[in-house]
Structures are given as structure tokens and as C-alpha cells.
């Protein structure tokens, strides 16, 4: 059964800092792998996807890489903001029943 | 991409009453999602709607208290029957694209009941 792990579960930092999300699953055998962000009491954002040939994918300050065979994705905030303050879920895609199985997040404070 | 609304954004309902959330998206979907956040958890998947066939629910959940339309490929509505404080939560509806089947969220709605 897959499992979707994130660390840590909370983490506060001062603005400008460079900071990583960490996202782990117990099965390589995923489609695909997606961030979201979630402001409080609001819906979804998704951040970026990585299809399961990929290694990486980059949006502006954010890049996000994946390591199937060690089972982690990690997301990569670069010069952290207050405004970047949120939820961060990391979700895997697991195949044919289009499901997707999610972490409990990271939820981030970014101080100014 | 898709722009996906919801309504209502919120409400207050009390105990036994029904409420009915609808989703609509700016695109043609095959499925669409629709999932529940109680406070401070995770995402739950309620319930899967492909358009012209009958849902499908995850453990846990009933076609009873949580019947869902899907009358085309752009709307669907999620109603929560019945309802007690501990359905108390944000109902999101989502739809994927793709392949890579990328998922987008609606803004979800505010459930309070009292």
C-alpha cells in the first residue's frame, strides 16, 4: 500500500532564506508527482507536477526533483518571502485508479 | 489548466438539514473528484464522478448521505445529506487533465454545521 511521508511537518524560517521540502513514498511505482500549495481555509494550487520519467521541474523560485528508485521528491523554495507562507502537500499519482495518495504537508512560515 | 468554481464558498447549516455544493469547471472533463479537509488534516477522497455513469465512493463513504450528479462534462454537484457537526469541513471538488493527468482544485467550500 502506498504511504506518503512528509518532513517536517511544520518548519519556520526568516525571509530570504533558501529551504527544502521533503516528500517520500514507499512505492517507486508511480505515474506521476504533484505539489501543491494551500493557503489556510482556501482550496489547491497546484505547484508542479514531475511525470515519473522525469528527474526535475522548475516554476520560478521552486524547483521540485524526484528520485523514483529511493522513493523522495523534494521541493526546493528559493529566497524565501512571506508571501510564500502556506501548506505545501505533496501527492503521488498511482496509476491505472487515477487516485492520488497525499502527505500531510509542511506547513511554512516564512518570517519577515 | 482549469479554472474550477465552487458554490456556495461557505455556510452555516444546522444538524439534520442537506446542503448541496456545485462544482464548475471552464473545460470538458472525463472525471472529476470530489474530497473532504476536515481541520487541520489531510485531504480525504470522497468519491470519483465520471460524467454519464454513477460515482464511485471510497471506504467510508455512502452514496446515501453523499450523492453526487454528473449531468455533463463541465458540472457536478456533491450534496452532504443529513448532516452532523462532524461533517463540518472543506468539501473540494478537483478535476485532472492531462495525460499527465495533472489534478486541479477548486476553492473549495466552508462546511460549518451546528
Known amino acids: 500500500k502506498q504511504e506518503v511521508t512528509q518532513i517536517p511537518a511544520a518548519l519556520s524560517v526568516p525571509e530570504g532564506e533558501n529551504l527544502v521540502l521533503n516528500c517520500s513514498f514507499t512505492?517507486?511505482?508511480?505515474?506521476?508527482l504533484q505539489w501543491f500549495r494551500q493557503d489556510p481555509g482556501k482550496g489547491l494550487t497546484s505547484l508542479l507536477l514531475?511525470?515519473?520519467s522525469q528527474r526535475e521541474q522548475t516554476s520560478g523560485r521552486l524547483n521540485a526533483s524526484l528520485d523514483k528508485s529511493s522513493g523522495r521528491s523534494t521541493l526546493y523554495i528559493a529566497a524565501s518571502q512571506p508571501g510564500d507562507s502556506a501548506t505545501y502537500l505533496c501527492?503521488?499519482?498511482?496509476?491505472?485508479?487515477?487516485?492520488?495518495?497525499w502527505g500531510l504537508g509542511t506547513s511554512l512560515a516564512v518570517n519577515p | 489548466s482549469a479554472v474550477i468554481s465552487q458554490k456556495p464558498s461557505r455556510d452555516i447549516c444546522q444538524r439534520g438539514t442537506s446542503l448541496t455544493i456545485q462544482c464548475q469547471v471552464d473545460?470538458?472533463?472525463?472525471?472529476m473528484f470530489w474530497y473532504r479537509q476536515q481541520p487541520g488534516q489531510s485531504l480525504t477522497l470522497i468519491a470519483t464522478?465520471?460524467?454519464?455513469?454513477?460515482?464511485?465512493?471510497e471506504s467510508g463513504f455512502v452514496i446515501d448521505k453523499f450523492p453526487i450528479s454528473r449531468p455533463n462534462l463541465t458540472f457536478s454537484t456533491l450534496t452532504v445529506s443529513n448532516m452532523s457537526p462532524e461533517d463540518s469541513s472543506i468539501y473540494l471538488c478537483?478535476?485532472?487533465?492531462?495525460?499527465?493527468?495533472?489534478?486541479?482544485f477548486g476553492p473549495g467550500t466552508r462546511l460549518t454545521v451546528t
Open positions: 478537483s478535476v485532472e487533465h492531462g495525460p499527465p493527468y495533472e489534478q486541479y
Open positions: 464522478a465520471n460524467q454519464g455513469s454513477e460515482a464511485t465512493y
Open positions: 512505492d517507486s511505482a508511480i505515474y506521476n
Open positions: 501527492a503521488v499519482h498511482a496509476g491505472n485508479n487515477r487516485k492520488l495518495i
Open positions: 514531475i511525470q515519473s
Open positions: 473545460s470538458q472533463v472525463t472525471m
